[in-house]
């Protein structure tokens, strides 16, 4: 068995083609070694599967992989074995044929990984075949599911540690990417996870860059928006079924090469979409909170939230499926007020401490969403950490801050109008209708109601209809006005904002966040934009080729930063392409003449 750090660099490198380890991986991977029980919270992209893979393939003995996904299992599989290691899984997807094929190999000690889902492990005998297989040590990945304080919650983890009693020696790493204090505490309490050493790296993703816009045209906005990114492949997050279809339909009808995603798709469609989104024939997946996790495709260059996620950890998670190949991405939240009512009308269908939990997860993530402050300071946060410095330099409130300007007349408007009609009517009126009134717009629910007759019909035509939306939304977040989910979103007066009426209190807003199509790019990510893009390109279309060939996604063949890379340094000999980080002596045997002879014929020598 190999311990020391200087045979962990070795192998690390000659497996993987790296030549440094990620934040605490070392530390972790010399702990599981050692048969500790560890515990390791790593954010997405920080290189969780390498702190039990490296073990792996220089120690003895099966690492039995608990995985809750079939994709994710097939994923890892596929990029082990083109990086030379002898790894498989087993799982409702394979033929009988195959099945047997794979447990033959097990018999035989062939393999040093087996991925397996946690419903598998209490199947009769199945304990008794990982004994004689030769399991030693066993990896519980995306571990918050064990916990249902935390926000993707799996029954069948809970049986997970029944293992303890058939290998009472053999160590347990759990990882996840997601968890608060209490989900930590509460993971190693399910486990049963023995005296664990316990990591915990930052949950600051300094490539990701974070923006929130108003939800007007919001599909409009976002076609703008992927068309200024033609390359690049990226999810779309909807809060229903219909629409991930509707808005897969428009991307569609726009050009945009998208495909839905959701539960109520039949099996083979669901996976034949995922499948194409995997292997670039997809430039976009427009998808319920249903796709996502465990997708290892590290070449996600933007993550879109249509609706308002639930919580902020479900957001943490879903945003951290971009950029996992460390280049820049970007993360764009579509909000609106109208959204965050729709949430209060599920809660409102919980009770007791469940609404209790749910009120105060969507309270963050509205406050999230207002916030005019750093948005990486507030993710960091919520998990505990805090952000040195003032200024992140890749969010929209850092990138491009918001000025504030009086708004007092208008507020004063837009606030007698509630009041007026809450006079008559009770305020059983929406936003839609309060700007109707503003604006002096005649129609079937004003000349019902007799609004024309309010003292505030028309007095509203120094904003259009956006700029009263805008404030409206102002209003929400400074807590003058609220809207009551249980009576279809009405608006009515908060103490508050009755104060601020009466009284006249200068009322300051924000600007209006700029349009996302326009929204200038991070200096990060301009400053990445210096190889050669037609060797980028072409390179590109050389590893979907082999990742073809292969069957494959193409991330499994090489990354996208190690793409990057050898456009930037442009390798000639074998030793070259095989100081790029990514490169592993493997790779370099299957693919290195391919890729040496395509840049040379692109870029040839002077």
């Not at 070795?10 to 050692?34: M, T």
């Not at 948005?375 to 000025?403: K, M, Q, V, W």
């Not at 208008?410 to 309060?434: M, N, P």
Request: charged fraction near 25%.
């Amino acid at each position: 068995m190999i311990a020391d750090r200087a045979g962990l660099r070795a192998a690390l490198s000659h497996h993987f083609g790296h030549d440094a380890f990620r934040p605490l991986q070392e530390e972790i991977v010399l702990d599981v070694l050692a048969g500790r029980d560890v515990f390791a919270l790593l954010p997405t992209g920080g290189g969780k599967s390498l702190c039990f893979q490296l073990p792996a393939v220089v120690a003895d003995g099966l690492t039995v992989v608990i995985s809750p996904l079939i994709a994710l299992m097939k994923d890892q599989v596929d990029a082990l074995v083109t990086a030379g290691v002898p790894a498989t899984f087993l799982n409702s997807s394979l033929e009988p044929d195959e099945a047997r094929s794979r447990m033959r190999g097990l018999e035989a000690h062939a393999y040093r990984l087996l991925y397996v889902a946690p419903e598998r492990l209490m199947m009769p005998g199945f304990l008794a075949d990982l004994e004689r297989w030769g399991a030693v040590r066993f990896a519980v990945d995306e571990a918050h599911c064990i916990s249902e304080w935390g926000h993707d919650f799996r029954p069948e983890y809970r049986r997970i540690a029944e293992l303890r009693e058939s290998f009472p020696a053999a160590p347990f790493l759990a990882l996840t990417a997601t968890a608060t204090d209490r989900v930590r505490a509460d993971i190693i309490a399910r486990l049963a996870l023995r005296a664990p050493r316990v990591f915990v790296a930052s949950f600051n993703r300094p490539n990701l860059t974070y923006r929130v816009t108003g939800k007007t045209r919001a599909v409009e906005s976002l076609i703008a928006w992927l068309k200024k990114r033609p390359e690049d492949a990226g999810i779309v997050y909807v809060a229903s079924r219909a629409s991930a279809e509707d808005t897969a339909e428009k991307l569609v009808a726009a050009g945009i090469d998208a495909r839905p995603y959701h539960a109520g798709l039949d099996p083979a469609t669901r996976a034949r979409n995922q499948e194409a989104f995997l292997r670039d024939d997809a430039r976009v997946i427009v998808a319920t909170v249903a796709f996502g996790m465990g997708i290892n495709k590290s070449n996600v260059r933007f993550v879109v939230h249509l609706d308002v996620p639930k919580t902020i950890e479900g957001y943490y998670q879903e945003t951290g499926r971009a950029g996992r190949d460390g280049l820049p991405a970007e993360c764009l939240l579509y909000f609106s007020h109208g959204d965050v009512a729709k949430q209060e009308r599920f809660i409102g269908e919980k009770s007791g401490e469940e609404a209790a939990n749910a009120r105060r997860a969507l309270d963050r993530m509205i406050r999230y969403a207002y916030s005019g402050d750093c948005r990486r300071r507030e993710l960091l946060a919520y998990f505990g950490e805090t952000l040195a410095g003032e200024n992140c330099g890749s969010c929209d409130n850092c990138l491009e801050p918001r000025p504030e300007h009086d708004a007092t007349v208008a507020a004063q408007k837009f606030l007698s109008c509630v009041y007026r009609i809450g006079e008559r009517d009770g305020g059983a009126f929406g936003v839609t209708h309060l700007i109707d009134v503003l604006l002096g717009t005649y129609n079937e629910k004003i000349e019902r109601w007799n609004h024309a007759r309010l003292s505030t019909f028309g007095i509203g035509d120094d904003l259009d209809r956006n700029g009263w939306r805008h404030l409206a939304d102002e209003l929400l977040r400074l807590g003058l006005i609220a809207q009551d989910a249980d009576r279809y979103n009405v608006v009515t007066l908060t103490p508050a904002g009755r104060r601020a009426l009466l009284e006249r209190v200068p009322v300051r807003i924000r600007e209006r966040a700029a349009a996302p199509a326009k929204a200038r790019a991070s200096k990060r990510a301009l400053d990445e934009a210096i190889e050669d893009p037609d060797l980028f390109a072409a390179l590109r279309a050389l590893r979907k080729e082999l990742a073809d060939e292969r069957d494959v996604p193409a991330y499994v063949i090489f990354s996208d930063a190690t793409l990057r890379e050898m456009a930037r340094a442009v390798p000639r000999t074998a030793a070259q392409l095989r100081a790029i980080g990514g490169v592993g002596d493997k790779k370099l045997v299957d693919f290195g003449a391919r890729f040496l002879a395509t840049i040379a014929q692109t870029r040839p020598a002077v």
